[in-house]
């Protein structure tokens, strides 16, 4: 046993770093004020006293981390693995006070101490270490491993840079680098003495030892260190506090000046600046990755640090190798970590010398991939001469996996050239690759979907030959949203309004919100929900008119788009939407028309310029449309800027309608989905995604469903998709387009929207043309709907009631039981000592 896996025995704890009563935690703030930031009380910035307060707060979280940490060690107990590129887990201090049940007596210890907690709260820099979905999800998972008390390690990279921060200027987005670190984490623990080098590059040397057994040596180019920084994740009113390990590259400090360059000074600076910059930054997905030979080191670097960190602490703790995956069930969170597959097996036996097939063995065991998406341009796949580059070992073992494999199909299916070819995990063309999501398909003991209907895509599609050879690998768990963050921390007036009459159950058991049901049906009950809306809209307006200068009606139809710009998520659809509501009104001013206010927010990745030209879109028609007289207080068309966990929060509890019209079949599952109806939003959507599974849920009458199913684009597709058609079929569209294309929106330019009118009209891989009458058919009911309040408020009550199953909870539930064979382990706090003993 290494001294760090060592609890001391009966630490003399101080009261001053763990009592909870209001005189205490003053004295706490002050003195850390004092002694951990070094400010006096007069000389201090809201910035300082924001800090001092995190440090309480994690004060009050390290003995239930040690705790934790030292127990979910032991051999006999087995961990989860989490192993993701991106992160959003959201601001930490509000999440944390909530969870400790601490947010009440802070905020008057606080406010005893002059200071106001919303202020302090709003100091936090969130860190922006993920994309979108992929990312939040990783980060409600942490939370629900947490709160059901599962053992678990969440391991990433610690971008420097995380997500840029987004501004509009004169209606474009620009891009601005995230400093997330720049004021200081408190969140965080270096941990240098874990510190593991990763090798990349230079080539391998095979040979045969004295035993006579082959082995082969790896003599890197180059080598980088991981630093790994702990973040403390508490579960909702538990003892467990489990660890989000983020790795920074750093050189080796210890690097020979006359090995590099021969004593050149600044040559040796350079490297140490090369390594560095392997952490710098988040790569914006939707762009092009391949050939990034950056983004492939990222990749490994994390994953490499991770398994060297599982394999070390297991060798430390007296456990074998041959049992490593009866103490880590390993995620991997998209194919960004399938490089792990190799590297595990790269571990085993070159550097510890198991025999290939048992170590293929445990790797499979070891392993489970999830899914995200199907889009073709998102499947990762790299070159050869990238890979055979940067990690010539992996590169080999690949290619032993991918031989051994194809003479288990060749054996399946005898004499079928064309079956080994499609199963191959080396794709031939445009350029010899890898294709990672076969490679993970083959390492792992379990496949998953995020949603049901794509679980039946990825089985029928992309990955079907591995579901033809191994259908029992194949499984559907659908995503799910922390209730804690996304109802409790962000809509307190609900969460207070379904607590007092239903208790707070509810909040680790989001199925007792079907209590609510009954009360749908009470007058009283429903004008109590309608105040809490239209407070949760007043707080939205005030920020939109903060943020954008414009005035909305909170009486107004809240109708809510926020998520990434995809084209496939089609923002512009629902443009299209706005701009025929406009059209009507520029016909008939005295239109009886149900006001709406179209909120929209989401960051463009910085290269993708149709889906930037959207945001100009966006803003170009509320240019026109807010200003317009005609309109009045009618319609109003608000993009928010800089969309991320912080400034998502308060918009969630604020919509009426949730926009989830993505092309059927291209979102893998969506899950601000899930947060609207949650939190009583109505939602207009396609079959797509986990919508399918939100409307069986709520009820088909409590749902506005539009457009084409998958068959029925593939079959239009197969047909001879022809969009022009749809515009000469609909007078409505017709003129939407012509709004477009004639420069309405864009001061008399024709050329501004050019490239998006010539992508609808040409070929339209989306659908929005197909998709358009039927979309506008269904918003008519929606307004229809509106108009009737009673019914509009049962039918919000209803969405929450029916989403309990929507809970990351449930989804975790099916992970520990159907994937990774892990329980629950409550962490024993008192004696401290003797927990463990
Ligand atoms: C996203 C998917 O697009 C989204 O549909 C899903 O809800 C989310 O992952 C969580 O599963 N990058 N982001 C995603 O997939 C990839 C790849």
């Given at each position: 046993m290494t001294a760090s896996s060592q609890i001391p025995p009966a630490i003399q704890i101080e009261d001053d770093r763990t009592g909870v009563t209001i005189p205490t935690l003053r004295r706490a703030l002050a003195d850390n004020l004092y002694y951990v930031l070094g400010k006096p009380p007069d000389g201090a910035t809201l910035n300082d006293y924001y800090l001092a307060l995190a440090y309480t707060v994690r004060d009050r979280l390290m003995q239930r981390w040690m705790a934790s940490t030292h127990t979910h060690r032991?051999?006999?107990?087995?961990?989860?693995?989490?192993?993701?590129?991106?992160y959003l887990p959201g601001p930490h201090?509000?999440?944390?006070?909530?969870?400790?049940?601490?947010?009440?007596?802070?905020?008057?210890?606080?406010?005893?101490?002059?200071?106001?907690?919303?202020?302090?709260?709003?100091?936090?820099?969130?860190?922006?270490?993920?994309?979108?979905?992929?990312?939040?999800?990783?980060?409600?998972f942490?939370?629900?491993?947490?709160?059901?008390?599962?053992?678990?390690?969440?391991?990433?990279?610690?971008?420097?840079?995380?997500?840029?921060?987004?501004?509009?200027?004169?209606?474009?987005?620009?891009?601005?680098?995230?400093?997330?670190l720049q004021s200081g984490n408190p969140w965080e623990i270096a941990r240098p003495e874990d510190a593991v080098f990763v090798k990349l590059g230079g080539?391998?040397?095979?040979?045969?030892?004295?035993?006579?057994?082959?082995?082969v040596r790896w003599i890197p180019h180059q080598t980088v260190k991981g630093i790994p920084y702990d973040t403390p994740i508490p579960g909702y009113r538990v003892n467990t506090?489990?660890?989000?390990?983020?790795?920074k590259a750093e050189a080796p400090e210890s690097f020979d000046l006359s090995v590099f360059n021969h004593g050149d000074y600044y040559g040796a600076v350079d490297q140490k600046v090369i390594s560095e910059n392997l952490t710098k930054v988040l790569y914006p997905n939707d762009e092009p990755i391949q050939g990034k030979q950056l983004r492939l080191k990222q990749q490994y670097f994390f994953v490499s640090c991770a398994l060297q960190d599982l394999i070390r602490t297991h060798l430390a703790q007296g456990g074998r190798l041959e049992r490593f995956h009866e103490k880590f069930a390993v995620q991997l969170n998209d194919t960004h970590p399938a490089i792990a597959i190799p590297e595990l097996m790269r571990l085993l036996v070159d550097d510890h010398h198991v025999p290939w097939d048992l170590a293929w063995t445990i790797t499979q065991q070891t392993f489970a991939y999830t899914n995200h998406t199907l889009l073709p341009e998102a499947l990762e796949v790299w070159s050869l001469d990238l890979l055979g580059q940067l990690l010539p070992r992996h590169l080999e073992i690949i290619m032993e996996i991918n031989r051994r494999f194809l003479e288990d199909v060749r054996l399946k299916f005898p004499d079928n050239g064309e079956k080994m070819g499609q199963l191959s995990l080396i794709a031939d063309q445009p350029f010899r690759s890898v294709r990672m999501a076969y490679l993970a398909s083959v390492g792992s003991h379990a496949i998953n979907g995020v949603a049901a209907l794509h679980s039946q895509l990825l089985q029928k599609t992309v990955l079907r030959g591995f579901y033809d050879l191994w259908p029992e690998k194949f499984l559907n768990i659908t995503n799910g949203v922390t209730p804690r963050r996304w109802m409790l921390l962000s809509n307190p007036r609900l969460a207070q309004l379904i607590t007092r009459?239903?208790?707070?159950?509810?909040i680790i058991h989001l199925q007792d919100l079907r209590d609510l049901e009954p009360l749908a049906e009470d007058p009283e009950f429903r004008a109590a929900w309608r105040s809490v809306k239209q407070a949760n809209k007043q707080a939205l307006a005030q920020r939109i008119l903060e943020r954008t200068g414009i005035q909305v009606n909170v009486e107004s139809l809240f109708d809510v788009q926020v998520k990434r710009i995809h084209e496939y998520k089609r923002q512009h659809l629902n443009v299209l939407h706005i701009i025929t509501l406009y059209n009507r009104l520029k016909q008939n001013p005295s239109l009886d028309l149900v006001p709406r206010t179209f909120i929209f927010a989401g960051k463009a990745a910085p290269g993708y310029v149709q889906a930037k030209l959207i945001i100009r879109l966006i803003t170009a028609v509320g240019e026109v449309i807010n200003r317009d007289p005609a309109v009045g207080d009618r319609l109003k068309v608000v993009f928010l800027p800089d969309y991320n966990v912080t400034n998502g929060q308060p918009i969630y509890p604020a919509a009426d309608l949730s926009e989830q019209i993505s092309t059927a079949g291209k979102e893998a599952s969506g899950t601000g989905n899930m947060k609207f109806a949650l939190n009583g939003a109505l939602t207009i959507g396609t079959l797509d995604g986990a919508n399918i599974e939100i409307r069986e849920a709520v009820g088909s009458e409590n749902f506005f469903h539009f457009g084409h199913k998958v068959e029925e684009l593939s079959q239009l597709r197969s047909q001879g998709y022809d969009p022009r058609r749809y515009c000469d079929h609909s007078p409505e569209l017709n003129r939407a387009i012509h709004r477009l294309e004639s420069g309405f929106f864009a001061q008399g330019n024709r050329d501004l929207f050019r490239p998006l009118v010539q992508s609808l009209l040409n070929d339209?891989?989306?659908?929005?043309?197909?998709?358009?009458?039927?979309?506008?058919?269904?918003?008519?009911?929606?307004?229809?709907?509106?108009?009737?309040?009673?019914?509009?408020?049962?039918?919000?009550?209803?969405?929450t009631a029916r989403m309990g199953e929507f809970s990351s909870d449930r989804s975790i539930r099916e992970y520990a039981h159907q994937v990774w064979q892990v329980q629950s382990v409550p962490i024993n706090l008192q004696p401290y000592s003797q927990s463990e003993a």
């Open positions: 032991l051999p006999t107990i087995k961990q989860v693995i989490y192993l993701s590129a991106e201090l509000g999440n944390n006070l909530m969870n400790l049940g601490l947010y009440e007596t802070v905020q008057q210890a606080v406010a005893e101490s002059g200071l106001d907690l919303a202020t302090l709260l709003a100091c936090e820099e969130e860190p922006g270490l993920g994309n979108g979905g992929l990312g939040r999800l990783a980060a409600c942490m939370d629900s491993l947490a709160t059901l008390e599962i053992p678990a390690i969440g391991y990433g990279i610690r971008y420097e840079f995380g997500i840029f921060d987004q501004e509009i200027r004169e209606g474009w987005q620009a891009e601005i680098t995230d400093k997330w080539h391998t040397e095979a040979s045969t030892d004295e035993t006579g057994c082959y082995q506090v489990n660890t989000l390990r983020l790795w009459r239903i208790g707070d159950r509810w339209d891989p989306y659908f929005l043309m197909a998709d358009y009458l039927s979309y506008l058919n269904c918003q008519e009911q929606v307004s229809q709907a509106f108009l009737n309040e009673a019914t509009w408020i049962r039918r919000s009550i209803l969405n």
